[in-house]
Antibody
Framework: EVQLVESGGGLVKPGGSLRLSCAAS????????MSWVRQAPGKGLEWVGR??????????DYAAPVKGRFTISRDDSKNTLYLQMNSLKIEDTAVYYC???????????????WGQGTLVTVSS | QSALTQPASVSGSPGQSITISCTGT?????????VSWYQQHPGKAPKLMIY???NRPSGVSDRFSGSKSGSTASLTISRLQAEDEADYYC??????????FGGGTKLTVL
């Protein structure tokens, strides 16, 4: 059974930093492309960024609203995905989900498995 | 990148069929067969229901089906049940970003 368990959410002041973690099990994490998706309260889904597997370069892509402020990384030895969030803004308040990505020739086909999410609240 | 366009809400009675549309452009829905659909119950994580326009993952009921015509994809739920009441999101590969989501549709089972 695939399990993705996020942690690290909480209350942070504008301009502050937070690091989210996502512990994966039931998948061959080393080969997995992973992503972060967020959902502001009462709003829809928004992709945050993705990271390729190390064998596919381990590179990252980010959505425009978070580029330059957020960094996705992975520790394959711990089967864990990270999201480092800096210079947080009020509009970053959301539930953050980690997901696995189903890809074909580097094209994202679907977001197959989702964690339960972790809430990040940015407020003074 | 603009979100794909979905109706804000749809409704239906138990036993009926409903269809949710997802409209994009030739740069996403219309240009590729990489449309997926997700179901989200309140307070829960989204769940993959359809991928590559019309394929169902293992374990998803065959009451759920997907199709596409031009730049509009559709999710049809037949023999509607109370447990189908949820939010539904479409997603597509896009040339400008790895993928894009629709704005979401709230399904109410009357």
């Amino acid at each position: 059974e695939v399990q993705l368990v996020e942690s690290g959410g909480g209350l942070v002041k504008p301009g502050g930093s937070l690091r989210l973690s996502c512990a994966a099990s039931g998948i061959t994490f080393t080969n997995a492309w992973m992503s972060w998706v967020r959902q502001a309260p009462g709003k829809g889904l928004e992709w945050v960024g993705r990271i390729r597997s190390k064998t596919d370069g381990g590179t990252t892509d980010y959505a425009a609203p978070v580029k330059g402020r957020f960094t996705i990384s992975r520790d394959d030895s711990k089967n864990t995905l990270y999201l480092q969030m800096n210079s947080l803004k009020i509009e970053d308040t959301a539930v953050y989900y980690c997901t696995t990505l189903h890809t074909i020739f580097a094209v994202v086909i679907s977001l197959d498995y989702w964690g339960q999410g972790t809430l990040v609240t940015v407020s003074s | 990148q603009s979100a794909l366009t979905q109706p804000a809400s749809v409704s239906g009675s138990p036993g009926q069929s409903i269809t949710i549309s997802c409209t994009g452009t030739s740069s996403d829905v219309g240009g590729y067969n990489y449309v997926s659909w997700y179901q989200q119950h309140p307070g829960k994580a989204p769940k993959l229901m359809i991928y590559e326009v019309s394929n169902r993952p293992s374990g998803v009921s065959d009451r759920f089906s997907g199709s596409k015509s031009g730049s509009t994809a559709s999710l049809t739920i037949s023999r509607l049940q109370a447990e189908d009441e949820a939010d539904y999101y479409c997603s597509s590969y896009t040339t400008s970003n790895p993928w894009v989501f629709g704005g979401g549709t709230k399904l109410t089972v009357l």
